[in-house]
């Protein structure tokens, strides 16, 4: 009859969207279903069991586990409460390029990138009390001086300046 290929969330408004093949042409198709009774008290068992005993929906739902859709509607919950939901890059899928021009990025790539880094800084951040820390650290940087010539004393400069 039905067979489920991929299931997700739309947050504005609360919906549960199923992409199915129909098994008797192979096409794909997709179905959204309004989450009407979902609010931020609401229990996410009850909601799961109202969907799939439903007449309009139980069909395209009985292959998918109680326990998939108990974790979809919950992210939805979540996002009505302000918390955030989306998840951060896996670190072995994090993009490490640092040749890589972040002007280029849109915002949602660029905020990525920052929380990448964020954690990072957040990972190596030694403070009062962590072994290895020093209140005054000194580094002397003249070891890898290059000389520019833009700022040699023998030029002329201007006195009105």
């Known amino acids: 009859m039905f067979t489920p290929r991929k299931c997700g969330v739309k947050y504005e408004p609360p919906t549960l969207v199923v992409y199915y093949e129909v098994n008797l ?27 799939k005993e439903s007449s309009k929906h139980a069909k395209y739902l009985e292959n998918i586990s109680a326990k998939q859709l108990e974790n979809l509607l919950t992210r939805i919950q979540n996002n009505m409460e302000g918390i955030d939901t989306l998840p951060f890059l896996n670190p072995s899928t994090k993009n490490t390029d640092h040749d890589e021009d972040l002007n280029k990025l849109d915002d949602y790539e660029l905020d990525k990138r920052k929380a990448d880094m964020d954690k990072d800084f957040e990972k190596n951040r030694l403070r009062p009390g962590d072994d290895g820390f020093v209140y005054d650290k000194e580094v002397d940087f003249t070891a890898g001086k290059m000389e520019s010539g833009w700022d040699d004393e023998d030029e002329y400069s201007d006195p009105d300046f």
């Open 25 to 51: 042409s192979g096409k794909i198709r997709k179905r959204s279903m309004p989450l009407r009774k979902l609010s931020k008290d609401s229990s996410i068992s009850e909601v799961v069991n109202d969907l």
